[in-house]
């Protein structure tokens, strides 16, 4: 088994988001049962999976408004499995738990219920409201594969294509930055030099601290998280290939800080349509430095409050102009928000407060159903202050 990476006891995994299916039972179950064998999840395995799915997919064309399921691979270094996000308008469930006990399934569907479910699946996570709709998420691992995971991943996401695409020109992803001493890094293009201090947060009139720009952002020392958030210009296949090279100098790139990323993806983005993207670092202490070129909201948000964080204008991979990098605090059990101009911006605190202490991929589910369009590409990350 390799290694997992693991903040506070919460992993990263790499995703990709496969299939959307919306009142088509059918073919969700064939999908599913081909992504299990392509994966290699194992013949019972992938039966198991095909059976949860049948039954999710056909509760949504029975009973659901405007319900969608995905289909999607996680992955780490060693294994990989698939996740199935289910989101719907409405009804909703008012007793969960009396929803999730044997013998419950509605009239109509196959009959083994959401208990039978959670049962087969890994995880299994539910968000419902009367009124507003159902979020629902099950994993399935190979049989005696599964990793050695003590909490729900720090960081997750969501991409859906604009209607009438395959693809999707959105992306999102997250890496580990190691543990190490707080050091200068050199300048790699010249658009900031960086030193060995940290400017403290100034603080406003109510108390709370605010957002500052900051001139010399400097990896803190211990191991953080960075998360990026990329909207292709545009949307289908061309879109899709900027937002993957964006995600390919992510993932491979070494960078500490938010503009150094962002320097390495712009480089990367030469000659594609190039994007909107936003960068951020996470710190166990709670600290977190942002980036952004164009148009991703980004915002740390709790039960009660929101505190946006400022992108500037520009095109990654043609027009970036001197990067600027800000500095704020997440709050305990907080989250930090980024999302694509796909969804709405106009969304509140109080609309996610009921989904905070959800899984993030839970989350973006939610804020999609919420304040997504689908007139264009959308997409959102979610990363939690789990440590």
């Known amino acids: 088994m390799g290694k997992v990476n693991i903040i506070g006891g919460a992993p990263l995994l790499d995703c990709e988001d496969v299939a959307w299916f919306r009142d088509q039972p059918e073919a969700a179950r064939g999908a599913a049962a081909a992504l299990g064998r392509r994966i290699g999840l194992g013949e019972q395995r992938t039966a198991e999976l095909v059976l949860a799915v049948a039954e999710l997919a056909t509760n949504i064309t ?11 691979v996680l992955r780490n270094d060693a294994v990989a499995g698939v996740e199935v996000v289910v989101v719907d308008s409405g009804p909703g469930m008012a007793d969960v738990p009396e929803s999730q006990r044997d013998g419950m399934s509605t009239a109509g569907t196959l009959g083994i219920g959401l208990g039978a479910v959670q049962r087969l699946a890994d995880n299994f996570d539910v968000h419902s409201q009367p009124g507003l709709g159902t979020v629902q ?29 395959q693809v999707c020109g959105d ?3 997250a890496r580990i930055d190691p543990s190490s001493a707080m050091t200068a890094a050199p300048p790699s293009d010249g658009h900031a030099q960086l030193v060995s201090r940290r400017p403290e947060a100034s603080v406003g009139p109510t108390g709370k601290k605010r957002s500052v720009p900051v ?10 998280v960075l998360v990026m958030s990329c909207d292709g210009l545009g949307h289908g296949p061309m879109a899709a290939l900027a937002s993957q090279a964006a995600v ?10 938010p503009e150094q990323v962002m320097e390495q993806v712009h480089r990367a983005l030469r000659g594609t349509r190039g994007a909107a993207v936003a960068v951020a670092r996470l710190e166990p202490d709670g600290r977190v430095l942002f980036c952004g070129i164009g148009n991703i ?10 505190a946006n964080l400022l992108s500037h204008p520009g095109i990654v991979g043609h027009q970036m102009h001197q990067l600027r990098t800000y500095e704020q605090h997440l709050p305990s059990h907080g989250a930090l928000v980024m999302h694509s101009d796909g969804l709405s911006d106009r969304w509140t605190a109080a609309d996610l407060a009921g989904l905070l202490h959800h899984p993030p991929a839970v989350i973006a589910a939610g804020l999609l159903r919420q304040a997504g369009t689908r007139r264009d ?9 789990a440590w």
């Open 62 to 72: 029975k009973h659901a408004v405007d319900g969608s399921l995905l289909l999607r």
């Open 137 to 165: 998420l099950a994993r399935f691992w190979p049989r005696n594969l599964r990793p050695p995971m003590s909490g729900e991943p720090a960081v997750g996401g969501i991409t859906r294509p604009i209607s009438g695409e």
């Open 171 to 173: 992306a999102w992803a």
């Open 215 to 224: 001139r010399a952002a400097v990896a803190g020392p211990g191991q953080g």
């Open 248 to 257: 390919q100098a992510f993932r491979t790139g070494t960078a500490r800080t």
């Open 297 to 306: 909201t980004a915002a740390l948000v709790t039960t009660t409050t929101r």
């Open 377 to 385: 590409d959308a997409s959102a990350v979610i990363a939690k202050a």
